[in-house]
Nanobody
Framework: QVQLVESGGGLVQAGGSLRLSCAAS????????MGWFRQAPGKEREFVAA????????NHAASVKGRFTISRDNAKNTVFLQMNSLKPEDTAVYYC????????????????????WGQGTQVTVSS
């Protein structure tokens, strides 16, 4: 049974930083591309960042590029999202997702491409 468990969310002031973690179990982690998405109240879930199964290919949404960084530690079955210079508009529930990757360079940027999801962690940025 695949499980993805996010942690690290919380309340932070604008300009602050948070580091989200997503611990995976029940899968061969280094066969899976990983992604982070977020969903604010009343809005659709949106792509934040994605990383290939080896970590060699990464992609960030334009809205977070230069502020957020996705990374992974395959030895620890964990993917991270380092979030710096946080803004109130970053407030949302953040979800990690996993998708079996056929190729080492594969990254996935749409929610429908992912088979497995975590329960989410709340990030609130105050102004």
């Amino acid at each position: 049974q695949v499980q993805l468990v996010e942690s690290g969310g919380g309340l932070v002031q604008a300009g602050g930083s948070l580091r989200l973690s997503c611990a995976a179990s029940g899968l061969t982690f280094n066969n899976y591309a990983m992604g982070w998405f977020r969903q604010a109240p009343g809005k659709e879930r949106e792509f934040v960042a994605a990383i290939s199964r080896s970590g060699g290919i990464i992609n960030h949404a334009a809205s977070v590029k230069g502020r957020f960084t996705i990374s992974r530690d395959n030895a620890k079955n964990t993917v991270f999202l380092q979030m710096n210079s946080l803004k109130p508009e970053d407030t949302a529930v953040y979800y990690c997702a996993a998708e079996h990757a056929s190729f080492g360079w594969s990254v996935y940027k749409t929610a429908g491409e992912y088979d497995y999801w975590g329960q989410g962690t709340q990030v609130t940025v105050s102004s």
